[in-house]
């Protein structure tokens, strides 16, 4: 079975500084792992994605992550964070048997100060 | 290219009825995933529709049905509205043997 642990409900960074938002996953066979963004309102939009390969994954808006599969870990980051990164971010799993099914995370709140 | 649509964007109804929620997939998608988002309970897993078969199931009570179309539009259906059945329902479509999910903007359905 598969799921996800993403630690810290809410994050707060001022703008600027680096972006470091936690998961931690569990899966029986090797994952799919994704990172999702929400802003009010809206659906969700697919930040980066790991499936095989390279470890290090970039994404779009600047965000990458990495997955360590020792710590079964695969943390978001951004060098450095910006007012419209304001939004809930989900980590999501999934497998190679139902890789559409997809396990979510709580979700993170970063808040972005001036 | 157009994304994934959903519609009503907003539904209000009463305890005990039914409703129909639609998703229209991205043209060339042929796999449609409905998820439930709720404060309490997170994003969670309905089911998945590939060519008009119900291909994954998620721990939800027969009350929550779904079915796909020839054209690959997908609707999901509520029997017996109950008050925890408030949510976002969101629609995923992605390309066939693909586990890129491209979401819909979501139906919020409030019960009262």
């Known amino acids: 079975a598969q799921s996800v642990t993403q630690l810290g409900s809410h994050v707060s960074v001022s703008e600027g500084a680096l972006v470091l938002l936690r998961c931690n996953y569990s899966?029986?066979?090797?994952?799919?792992l994704f990172w999702y963004v929400q802003y009010p309102n809206q659906g969700l939009q697919l930040l980066l994605k790991?499936?095989?390969?390279?470890?290090l994954v970039k994404g779009i808006n600047g965000f990458e992550a990495e997955f360590k599969k020792s710590e079964t870990s695969f943390h978001l980051t951004k060098p450095s964070a910006h007012m419209s990164d304001a939004a809930e971010y989900f980590c999501?799993?999934?497998?190679?048997?139902?890789?559409?099914?997809?396990?979510f995370g709580s979700g993170t709140k970063l808040n972005v100060k001036p | 290219k157009a994304g994934v649509t959903q519609t009503p964007r907003y539904l209000i109804k009463t305890r005990g009825q039914q409703v129909t929620l639609s998703c229209s997939p991205i043209?060339?998608?042929?796999?449609v995933s409905w998820y439930q988002q709720t404060p309490g309970q997170g994003l969670q897993f309905l089911f998945e529709?590939?060519?008009?078969?119900?291909?994954n199931k998620g721990n939800f009570p027969g009350r929550f049905s779904g079915r796909q179309f020839s054209n690959s539009r997908s609707e999901m259906n509520v029997s017996t509205l109950e008050l925890g059945d408030s949510a976002l329902y969101l629609c995923?479509?992605?390309?066939?043997?693909?586990?890129?999910?491209?979401f819909g903007p979501g139906t919020r359905l409030t019960v009262l």
């Open positions: 995923a479509s992605s390309f066939y043997m693909s586990n890129e999910q491209f």
């Open positions: 899966s029986s066979v090797p994952p799919y």
């Open positions: 790991y499936t095989t390969g390279a470890t």
């Open positions: 999501a799993v999934s497998d190679g048997n139902n890789f559409n099914k997809f396990y």
């Open positions: 043209s060339g998608h042929r796999s």
């Open positions: 529709y590939f060519s008009e078969t119900q291909r």
